[in-house]
C-alpha cells in the first residue's frame, strides 16, 4: 500500500512568490491533515480535513495560506505571497480512523524563501 | 503552541545500550502517542498510549504513562544504530477532539555502532 505522496519534496522560492504544495493521502483516509515543522521543533497543526470540509483552520494564517481539497482526496496548500519566514517543512498526514489517533506522515516538502 | 516538551533533548548512546526519553505535558489528555523522525522524512507512528493505560509494549519499545504527573517516558531496549532518528511525543487533548494532535519538540537520539 503507497503511503502519504508529497510533491515537490523541495522548493526554491524568493520572497513575495507564490507557492503550492500537493498531497496526496493513503487511499480511505477521510481525515488529511497539514502540519508546519520548523527547524528544530515539532509539527504544528494548520489545518484538518474530514473528506473535503475545513473543520480546523484555526492555525492556518488566512492572509497569506489556504487550503483545499475539493474532490475529498488530494489537497494542495497555497502561500501567496511567500515571506522569509515561511521557510520551514510543510508535512501532509492522514488518518483512516481519527478516533484511533494514529496519523499517517508524508516525507515533507522543504521551503526555502531567499 | 507545543505542549508536550522532551527530556533530555539530546541522546548519545552505544548500540546495544537502552534509550529511555520522558516527555511532560500541560493539559489532560484522551491519549499519547510517540513518532520518529528519520532525517529528512515524514515521521513515522510508533506507539499510542491512552489515557486509562499506564504501560504499553510494542517490540523493543516501552511506554509508561503517568496522568498525575502528566509525564510519559519511552524506553527503547537493546537500541541499534538504525534507531538513530528525532523522537516526538505527540498528544490528544482533552476536549480537543480525537483528530488534534499536540507535538512536542522534539528529542534527537544518536547510537553509536
Known amino acids: 500500500e503507497a503511503g502519504v505522496v508529497q510533491s515537490p519534496r523541495y522548493k526554491i522560492i524568493e520572497k513575495k512568490q507564490p507557492v503550492a504544495f500537493w498531497c496526496n493521502p493513503i487511499?480511505?483516509?477521510?481525515?488529511l491533515y497539514w502540519y508546519l515543522q520548523n527547524l528544530g521543533q515539532g509539527p504544528e497543526l494548520l489545518i484538518r480535513?474530514?473528506?473535503?470540509?475545513?473543520?480546523?483552520d484555526s492555525q492556518l494564517p488566512k492572509d497569506r495560506f489556504s487550503a483545499e481539497r475539493l474532490k475529498g482526496v488530494d489537497s494542495t496548500l497555497k502561500i501567496q505571497p511567500a515571506e522569509l519566514g515561511d521557510s520551514a517543512v510543510y508535512l501532509c498526514?492522514?488518518?483512516?480512523?481519527?478516533?484511533?489517533?494514529?496519523?499517517?506522515f508524508g516525507p515533507g516538502t522543504r521551503l526555502t524563501v531567499l | 503552541s507545543q505542549q508536550g516538551e522532551e527530556d533530555p533533548q539530546a541522546l548519545s548512546i552505544q548500540e546495544g545500550e537502552n534509550a529511555t526519553m520522558n516527555c511532560s505535558y500541560k493539559?489532560?489528555?484522551?491519549?499519547l502517542q510517540w513518532y520518529r523522525q528519520n532525517s529528512g522524512r515524514g515521521l513515522v507512528h510508533l506507539i499510542l498510549?491512552?489515557?486509562?493505560?499506564r504501560e504499553k509494549h510494542s517490540g523493543r519499545l516501552r511506554v509508561t504513562l503517568d496522568t498525575s504527573k502528566k509525564s510519559s517516558s519511552l524506553l527503547i531496549t537493546a537500541s541499534r544504530a538504525a534507531d538513530t532518528a528525532s523522537y516526538f511525543c505527540?498528544?490528544?487533548?482533552?476536549?480537543?477532539?480525537?483528530?488534534?494532535?499536540?507535538f512536542g519538540k522534539g528529542m534527537k537520539l544518536t547510537v553509536n555502532p
Open positions: 498526514a492522514s488518518s483512516l480512523d481519527p478516533q484511533r489517533g494514529e496519523q499517517f
Open positions: 493539559t489532560s489528555i484522551n491519549n
Open positions: 498510549i491512552r489515557s486509562n493505560e
Open positions: 505527540a498528544t490528544d487533548p482533552l476536549g480537543g477532539g480525537s483528530e488534534k494532535l499536540v
Open positions: 487511499s480511505g483516509h477521510n481525515t
Open positions: 480535513y474530514e473528506n473535503e470540509e475545513a473543520v480546523d
